[in-house]
């Protein structure tokens, strides 16, 4: 397999676009379970289909030529085919709304058809198939992003990028309020809007994908963990941590891969 990654937040598509990557090859596992990350992605498949399942009890589908991978809170179930080539950008709630002129929230645990919201993902995607490299594909996304968009108003773009900073979870909807300078009430409707989510259930999926991040870090006990992503105690982190993933803490470090979220078998 050969894979790349190019994080996006020092660039100027930064606001919008937090990485854009690429898989191509035959896959050294046919199956994959992915977790919750707090990540929406477009994809573009230039191989064969995957096939993709929500949850554990979820129907097998295939997945389309281009497509949206909203918020997700329950695991997907993966299977590749022999090859794949795959390309693709993941993006901000508030990238979403302005690219796809939807809200983010409106693909929360959904595989969306991009072709059904506009047409113009059919020839974008014939163009990424066309670009060939990596380089090339990156280049055309990004000068793509930067026409769509505009300036936006900062607390939004705060919000918005809440579950790919490095910051602890706010103890609080309100203490998250004061901080993105919205009212209670705001939130609340702005966290259903970019996330899908509540603005209380956003505070515990950020706590979520931090000790997701923190599990992979060497020498740290699941209490330093749980303690430093704002849990109570250790019940609360492993009641939580199980919510997303249908596991506990200890069982998912004990067969964690390189790529935080991604379990192979």
Not at 8 to 16: D, E, R
Not at 55 to 82: K, M
């Amino acid at each position: 397999m050969e894979a790349h990654y190019a994080a996006c937040a020092h660039t100027g598509i930064g606001l919008y676009v937090t990485a854009i990557w690429q898989v191509e090859g035959m896959p050294p596992h046919r199956h994959e379970t992915i977790l919750p990350k707090g990540i929406v992605e477009l994809i573009f498949s230039f191989a064969d289909p995957l096939r993709v399942a929500l949850g554990s009890e979820g129907a097998s589908q295939p997945t389309p030529t281009c497509f949206i991978s909203g918020l997700n809170t329950v695991p997907l179930q993966l299977r590749a085919p022999q090859a794949q080539a795959l390309f693709g950008v993941q993006l901000t709630p508030l990238a979403v709304r302005k690219l796809l002129r939807v809200p983010a929230g409106e693909f929360l645990n959904r595989i969306t058809d991009l072709r059904l919201l506009s047409p113009a993902f059919g020839s974008l995607a014939d163009q990424l198939a066309g670009a060939g490299s990596f380089a090339g594909r990156r280049a055309l996304v990004e000068a793509w992003v930067q026409r769509q968009l505009q300036e936006v108003p900062k607390r939004e773009v705060l919000l918005s990028s809440y579950l790919n900073t490095p910051a602890v979870a706010a103890p609080s909807v309100a203490e998250l309020a004061a901080r993105a300078c919205y009212s209670p009430r705001q939130l609340s409707r702005k966290a259903h809007e970019l996330f899908g989510i509540s603005a209380e259930a956003l505070l515990g999926y950020k706590r979520y994908v931090g000790a997701l991040q923190a599990l992979h870090q060497p020498g740290k006990t699941l209490t330093t963990v749980g303690l430093e992503c704002g849990y109570y105690d250790q019940a609360h982190f492993i009641r939580e941590f199980r919510h997303f993933t249908g596991m506990a803490p200890g069982g998912y470090r004990r067969q964690l891969s390189a790529r935080p979220g991604h379990l192979f078998q």
